[in-house]
Structures are given as structure tokens and as C-alpha cells.
């Protein structure tokens, strides 16, 4: 073992060495390095503008985008399956082109090989969350720090071999997945009411008074979400509950103190997020929260890479959620072990929680039973968090009906032929979901896939109408439940 490698079992140390290659004495891989590295500087080039347009002293964004690359690189050399070693870290070091700390490439092994690939693939750099608050027009310029993420992806994975395609998969498909993410946002963002740019300048700003929310709007609102029967039923529960306590407060009469701290459980895609924001806003409405804004992190938003990094980070979030809701999703990730940094964050923010606790209201959300046991991992959680919001998955005839929905804002019109294999196609999901079935984001995937086989049929037609640009026909449905199947099939999809 050389020097500076930490121990590992025999055969396990074997095959990374088999696998790890010698950078330095082989000249073949000189290009893709080149390709590589003039990705990382682009992308990095680009945060640190971020930081300096934002006045960022701490280099968010910069430090955040490197974090990400490694990760991105870790998981294309294999790192969801075997342990990666120093000779790993100090392979891509020469790859990147920037240094690497070992206490930061070993949290970031750690993550990789204990956190479910889905998890993974829902990560989204910092610098793409504020790029997409800055341009309507989809992939200008998300598209540009995508195409540079997925050449990282493919090319690291190209240089420790990839004779079969499936690294240089795993970099298409997560680059899928950045851009559903995109699509996603930018139209959460263009709903927005008037005035309100989504940005993170305008999530931390003091809004006007006559800019405050009604409270019956946004009941309405939720109203009008699709299913969550229950879920609305314990949202107007807990408003007319503050409602009352406002009026008490008005007239001297005396309110128990009460936590308002918020633990949201269920599978993804149910309406957490959703949700989330409209809380926000009843409470601003209410008068409980001044700004009413949500600043949305998971655990890559609260943990560092090394000691002390975790409090900062946790304490910069915490700040730009003051008066507002902080919403942790996946807040199960932070229980951690050894030395994981996840601990050091939720002591933090249990700190900040009561410093704050008539300007800050935290909601965790995640899987139930990983929730119920994140709980348990610190005494002062169960505290704090008392109050259980629980998101069942959607019907199947909600589902066929978020779908229409989706088709429908974007001025799609499903004939009734296609209405009814939709409906046959949505139902066999949801028959065959298993825990972890992702609800909404799944029909938002079966939308895309519609849409593009949509173009594909009328590719070959020489004149076409705004009628046929509109329809949706029965074999487009067919031929999307076919790219799904092939989607979820191809090699590396379902080990990346």
C-alpha cells in the first residue's frame, strides 16, 4: 500500500488498483482530460460570477460546484459500488484540475454508497438552481451547464474505461434528469403571481404590505390542487387554529405556546414542495411569518466537507430563511454516523430553531420510515417536531387527470382514443408501483416522452397544421410507454 492510502480489504484494494489508471505515465488519456478539465472551468468560472453578482464573500456557488463535480466524477468512476481509495482521490485531482481534501472525498464516498441512487439523481448544483431563476428561456443558459456536467460525467468514466456504454449512459440519463428538473422549475417559476422573479433575491426581500397574500386566495389554491383530500384537510385545520390565536392575541387573551415546526412524510412527487410554499404563504397572510418565503435544501445545503463547514453552511441557510419556512427534503440523510458531518448540522439548526423561534419555522419532509427514525436520532427533534402531515400517493385517476393537466398548459390536446390508453398506460403504473413510486414526477416523465414521440410522428409530415401541432394521438402514448420501458432498461439505468 502507498504511502498515504488508506487500508483497505485485500481484494477490494485489488480491483480499485486494477481500475484506478496511471494518468501520469499514460498520454491517451491526455484529451479527455483536456475535454474534462475545460468543463470544470467553465462551470466554475460561471459560479464565481454567481458569487460576485450576489456579493457572496463566502464563494457559495464556487465551493458548491466543486463539491458537485467531485460528486458527479465519484459516481461515474463507480463509486455507488465499491469503496474509492486515495489513489481515486489524487486520479481525480489530475482529472479536475483542482485539489481535493481527503476528509471531503471520503464524506463524499461515504454519500455514494449509502444513499439510494434516486436520491442522488434528484441533486441539482447551486449554480443551476440560480441560473434558472434568471432565464425564462429553458436552456439558456442551463443547457450550457448541463451539456458541461454530462461531459464531465462521460468523460471521467471514458478514461477508466467504458467499454460498454454504461458510464456514458449514466451521464445521458442524469443529464435527463437535470433538464426535467429545469423544465419543472421554469414553469413553477412563470406561475408565479406578478412581480415575484423567483429569485433568490426576491425569496429574502421584505415585501410591501399591499403585496401580502389573502388568505381565502390561498385556500383557493389549494383547492385546486388535484387529490390530497387529507393533507388539505390538516392545512386548513392548523390556519383556522393560528387564525383563532391571531384574534386572541388582538384582544389580550393569553396562547399557550405552540410549536409550529412541521414534519411532511410520503413517497416524491405527492405535493410536499407544493404545499409547502402555500403554508408559507398563509402564514404570511396570517401574520405568523413577515416574509412568507420558502428557501428549499437538502442535506448537500447543510453538511460541509470539513470541520466547521457544516455550521456555516447551516447557519447561511438558516439566514436567508429568517421570517420565512425552511424546508429540509430528505432530512433522514443528515442522521449520520462516525464521521459524518450530517450530526453537526442538526445540532446547528436545533440551536438556530430556538434563537429564532418566532422567526424561523422548519419543515422536514421524506420516506415515513426513514423519517420516524431520523426523529429518534437526536432527542431534541421529537421536541421540536410534533406535528405530522402525511402525503398519500396520488390515484391512478389523479394521476390521469395531473397528466391532462400538464398536456393541457402547454396546449396539448389528448384525443379520445389517446385519452383512453393514457388512462390504461398510468393505471398499470400505479398497479405496479412499489414504495418508492414517484408519483407526479413520473406522469411529468410520461409527458415529455409523449411529447417527443409526438414530434418524432410528425417528423415525416411535410405540411403540418396547428391542429396536428396540438394533438396527442393514441400511438403516441404507445410509442412513449415504449421509450419508458426501454428508459428504465438500458444498461447502467438502474445501477447509476
Same mark, same amino acid.
Given at each position: 500500500?502507498?504511502?498515504?492510502?488508506?487500508?483497505?480489504?485485500?481484494?477490494?484494494?485489488?480491483?480499485?488498483?486494477?481500475?484506478? =489508471? +496511471?494518468?501520469?505515465?499514460?498520454?491517451?488519456?491526455?484529451?479527455?482530460?483536456?475535454?474534462?478539465?475545460?468543463?470544470?472551468?467553465?462551470?466554475?468560472?460561471?459560479?464565481?460570477?454567481? $458569487?460576485?453578482?450576489?456579493?457572496?464573500?463566502? &464563494?457559495?456557488?464556487?465551493?458548491?460546484?466543486?463539491?458537485?463535480?467531485?460528486?458527479?466524477?465519484?459516481?461515474?468512476?463507480?463509486?455507488?459500488?465499491?469503496?474509492?481509495?486515495?489513489?481515486?482521490?489524487?486520479?481525480?485531482?489530475?482529472?479536475?484540475?483542482?485539489?481535493?481534501?481527503?476528509?471531503?472525498?471520503?464524506?463524499?464516498?461515504?454519500?455514494?454508497?449509502?444513499?439510494?441512487?434516486?436520491?442522488?439523481?434528484?441533486?441539482?448544483?447551486?449554480?443551476?438552481?440560480?441560473?434558472?431563476?434568471?432565464?425564462?428561456?429553458?436552456?439558456? =443558459?442551463?443547457?450550457?451547464?448541463?451539456?458541461?456536467?454530462?461531459?464531465?460525467?462521460?468523460?471521467?468514466?471514458?478514461?477508466?474505461?467504458?467499454?460498454?456504454?454504461?458510464?456514458?449512459?449514466?451521464?445521458?440519463?442524469?443529464?435527463?434528469? @437535470?433538464?426535467? @428538473?429545469?423544465?419543472?422549475?421554469?414553469?413553477?417559476?412563470?406561475?408565479?403571481? =406578478?412581480?415575484?422573479?423567483?429569485?433568490?433575491?426576491?425569496?429574502?426581500?421584505?415585501?410591501? *404590505?399591499?403585496?401580502?397574500?389573502?388568505?381565502?386566495?390561498?385556500? $383557493?389554491?389549494?383547492?385546486?390542487?388535484?387529490?390530497?383530500?387529507?393533507?388539505?384537510?390538516?392545512?386548513?385545520?392548523?390556519?383556522?387554529?393560528?387564525?383563532?390565536?391571531?384574534?386572541?392575541?388582538?384582544? $389580550?387573551?393569553?396562547? +399557550?405556546?405552540? !410549536?409550529?415546526?412541521?414534519?411532511?412524510?410520503?413517497?416524491?412527487?405527492?405535493?410536499?414542495?407544493?404545499?409547502?410554499?402555500?403554508?408559507?404563504?398563509?402564514?404570511?397572510?396570517?401574520?405568523?411569518?413577515?416574509?412568507?418565503?420558502?428557501?428549499?435544501?437538502?442535506?448537500?445545503?447543510?453538511?460541509?466537507?470539513?470541520?466547521?463547514?457544516?455550521?456555516?453552511?447551516?447557519?447561511?441557510?438558516?439566514?436567508?430563511?429568517?421570517?420565512?419556512?425552511?424546508?429540509?427534503?430528505?432530512?433522514?440523510?443528515?442522521?449520520?454516523?462516525?464521521?459524518?458531518?450530517?450530526?453537526?448540522?442538526?445540532?446547528?439548526?436545533?440551536?438556530?430553531?430556538?434563537?429564532?423561534?418566532?422567526?424561523?419555522?422548519?419543515?422536514? *419532509?421524506?420516506?415515513?420510515? =426513514?423519517?420516524?427514525?431520523?426523529?429518534?436520532? &437526536?432527542?431534541?427533534?421529537?421536541?421540536?417536531? !410534533?406535528?405530522?402531515?402525511?402525503?398519500?400517493?396520488?390515484?391512478?385517476?389523479?394521476?390521469?387527470?395531473?397528466?391532462?393537466?400538464?398536456?393541457?398548459?402547454?396546449?396539448?390536446?389528448?384525443?379520445?382514443?389517446?385519452?383512453?390508453?393514457?388512462?390504461?398506460?398510468?393505471?398499470?403504473?400505479? $398497479?405496479?408501483?412499489?414504495?418508492?413510486?414517484?408519483?407526479?414526477?413520473?406522469?411529468?416523465?410520461?409527458?415529455?416522452?409523449?411529447?417527443?414521440?409526438?414530434?418524432?410522428?410528425?417528423?415525416?409530415?411535410?405540411?403540418?397544421?396547428?391542429?396536428?401541432?396540438?394533438?396527442?394521438?393514441?400511438?403516441?402514448?404507445?410509442?412513449?410507454?415504449?421509450?419508458?420501458?426501454?428508459?428504465?432498461?438500458?444498461?447502467?439505468?438502474?445501477?447509476?
Amino acid at each position: 500500500m502507498g504511502k498515504g492510502e488508506r487500508p483497505t480489504k485485500k481484494n477490494t484494494l485489488q480491483i480499485d488498483n486494477a481500475n484506478v =489508471p +496511471d494518468l501520469l505515465a499514460d498520454n491517451g488519456h491526455l484529451s479527455s482530460i483536456r475535454t474534462v478539465r475545460d468543463s470544470v472551468r467553465r462551470l466554475l468560472r460561471d459560479s464565481r460570477e454567481q $458569487d460576485r453578482k450576489t456579493e457572496d464573500l463566502d &464563494n457559495s456557488c464556487y465551493r458548491d460546484m466543486q463539491q458537485f463535480v467531485v460528486l458527479i466524477a465519484g459516481r461515474a468512476i463507480g463509486g455507488q459500488k465499491r469503496d474509492l481509495t486515495e489513489k481515486d482521490r489524487r486520479c481525480l485531482q489530475q482529472v479536475l484540475g483542482f485539489e481535493i481534501p481527503a476528509v471531503g472525498f471520503e464524506e463524499m464516498a461515504k454519500e455514494l454508497r449509502t444513499t439510494e441512487a434516486e436520491l442522488l439523481d434528484r441533486k441539482v448544483p447551486m449554480l443551476l438552481k440560480l441560473q434558472v431563476t434568471q432565464e425564462r428561456h429553458i436552456y439558456a =443558459p442551463c443547457d450550457f451547464t448541463i451539456r458541461n456536467l454530462e461531459d464531465i460525467a462521460e468523460y471521467t468514466g471514458q478514461i477508466y474505461g467504458d467499454t460498454t456504454g454504461t458510464r456514458k449512459n449514466m451521464a445521458r440519463r442524469l443529464g435527463l434528469q @437535470w433538464r426535467n @428538473w429545469v423544465d419543472t422549475e421554469t414553469d413553477r417559476i412563470a406561475n408565479l403571481p =406578478p412581480g415575484d422573479s423567483g429569485s433568490i433575491e426576491s425569496l429574502t426581500a421584505v415585501p410591501d *404590505a399591499q403585496d401580502h397574500d389573502n388568505l381565502e386566495q390561498v385556500k $383557493d389554491e389549494l383547492g385546486n390542487l388535484i387529490g390530497l383530500e387529507a393533507v388539505k384537510k390538516d392545512f386548513l385545520s392548523l390556519s383556522n387554529l393560528l387564525r383563532i390565536r391571531q384574534l386572541r392575541k388582538q384582544e $389580550d387573551l393569553p396562547n +399557550d405556546p405552540i !410549536s409550529l415546526h412541521l414534519v411532511f412524510t410520503g413517497n416524491p412527487g405527492t405535493g410536499k414542495t407544493t404545499v409547502a410554499r402555500l403554508l408559507a404563504r398563509s402564514y404570511r397572510a396570517l401574520g405568523v411569518l413577515a416574509k412568507g418565503h420558502l428557501i428549499e435544501v437538502d442535506r448537500s445545503g447543510l453538511v460541509g466537507g470539513y470541520v466547521g463547514h457544516t455550521a456555516l453552511k447551516t447557519k447561511e441557510v438558516v439566514k436567508r430563511a429568517l421570517d420565512g419556512i425552511l424546508f429540509i427534503d430528505e432530512a433522514y440523510a443528515l442522521a449520520g454516523e462516525g464521521k459524518d458531518y450530517g450530526p453537526e448540522a442538526i445540532n446547528t439548526l436545533l440551536k438556530l430553531m430556538e434563537d429564532y423561534r418566532d422567526r424561523l419555522i422548519v419543515i422536514v *419532509a421524506g420516506y415515513t420510515s =426513514p423519517m420516524e427514525a431520523f426523529l429518534r436520532s &437526536n432527542p431534541g427533534l421529537k421536541s421540536r417536531f !410534533s406535528k405530522f402531515i402525511h402525503f398519500e400517493d396520488y390515484a391512478a385517476e389523479e394521476l390521469v387527470e395531473i397528466f391532462r393537466n400538464i398536456l393541457s398548459r402547454s396546449k396539448f390536446e389528448l384525443t379520445d382514443a389517446a385519452l383512453e390508453r393514457s388512462q390504461e398506460l398510468i393505471a398499470r403504473l400505479r $398497479d405496479n408501483a412499489d414504495e418508492h413510486f414517484g408519483n407526479a414526477r413520473v406522469i411529468r416523465n410520461l409527458a415529455e416522452f409523449v411529447q417527443q414521440e409526438q414530434a418524432n410522428r410528425l417528423a415525416v409530415t411535410s405540411e403540418i397544421s396547428r391542429a396536428q401541432l396540438m394533438s396527442i394521438e393514441a400511438s403516441d402514448i404507445l410509442a412513449a410507454d415504449e421509450m419508458m420501458k426501454a428508459s428504465k432498461n438500458r444498461p447502467g439505468a438502474s445501477e447509476c
